[in-house]
């Protein structure tokens, strides 16, 4: 099991969090707790943008921290953007419908889709 990395940056109203390892019922509280600071302590905050590029596994309990946090950003007037999602947890985000509530931010090298469309068929 790879314990969550947090690495953080702020520039201007906007903090990205760089999310690496596994998001699960382990290290959910971590994850809670960076964010609600960085909510906290930094005023004029209008965006937080989670880089999941790195991020190996994420359970239910990872996503329901997800929902949270997007919650918690809404109350402190910001907006909470996904960038970098692992096509597994983009599936997880679309099966479960949650890829409707969130928005995708733009990442390097990357488009700002958060998963891809469905296929057409003939």
Known sequence: MKA?????????????????????????DALRAHVDELLDRITRLR??????????????????????IRLRAQQRQAVLRLSGVPPMTARLLRVTGLDEIFRAAPAANRPARLVPPPARRP
Not at 4 to 27: F, H, N, P, Q
Not at 47 to 68: H, M, N, R, S, Y
């Open 4 to 28: 969550l990395d947090l690495k953080t940056s702020v520039r201007g109203g906007v903090a990205t969090v760089a999310v690496a390892g596994e998001l699960d019922i382990a290290s959910r």
């Open 47 to 68: 965006e937080i943008v989670l880089e999941l590029g790195a991020l190996t596994f994420v359970d239910a309990a990872g996503l329901g921290v997800l929902v949270a």
